[in-house]
């Protein structure tokens, strides 16, 4: 059975930093584009970082330079560095793992996580 649980997000102030972690089972993340989501209220989900099985990464403009991600092949684990925490960055963050060669095109059916919540004050 195909899971991915998130864990770390919380409540920080604004600068603050935090670390997710999706931790895989039922499937091996090496050989996946894995990506983290986010949704903030009454905004559609979005994708705002991703990486492929060779390390690449890409990072959607707001996060660029904030935001780190990583994988753990060996841990079976996908990470999220948040740094440089904005008010803005409120929402609830989701892991995705991408069907499908790379990273590029749609993200049609991807495994979801259940989401963990961050939530950053001024």
């Known amino acids: 059975q195909v899971q991915l649980v998130e864990s770390g997000g919380g409540s920080v102030q604004s600068g603050g930093s935090l670390r997710l972690s999706c931790a895989a089972s039922?499937?091996?993340?090496?050989?996946?584009?894995m990506g983290w989501f986010r949704q903030a209220p009454g905004k559609e989900r979005e994708l705002i970082s991703a990486?492929?099985?060779?390390?690449?990464?890409i990072y959607t403009d707001s996060v660029r330079g904030r935001f780190t991600i990583s994988r753990d092949n060996a841990k079976n684990t996908l990470y999220l560095q948040l740094n440089s925490l904005k008010p803005e960055d409120t929402a609830i963050y989701y892991c995705?793992?991408?069907?499908?060669?790379?990273?590029?095109?749609?993200?049609?059916?991807?495994?979801w996580g259940q989401g963990t919540q961050v939530t950053v004050s001024s």
């Open positions: 995705a793992a991408k069907v499908g060669p790379g990273c590029s095109g749609q993200w049609s059916n991807p495994f």
């Open positions: 039922g499937f091996t993340i090496k050989t996946y584009c």
């Open positions: 990486i492929n099985s060779g390390y690449g990464t």
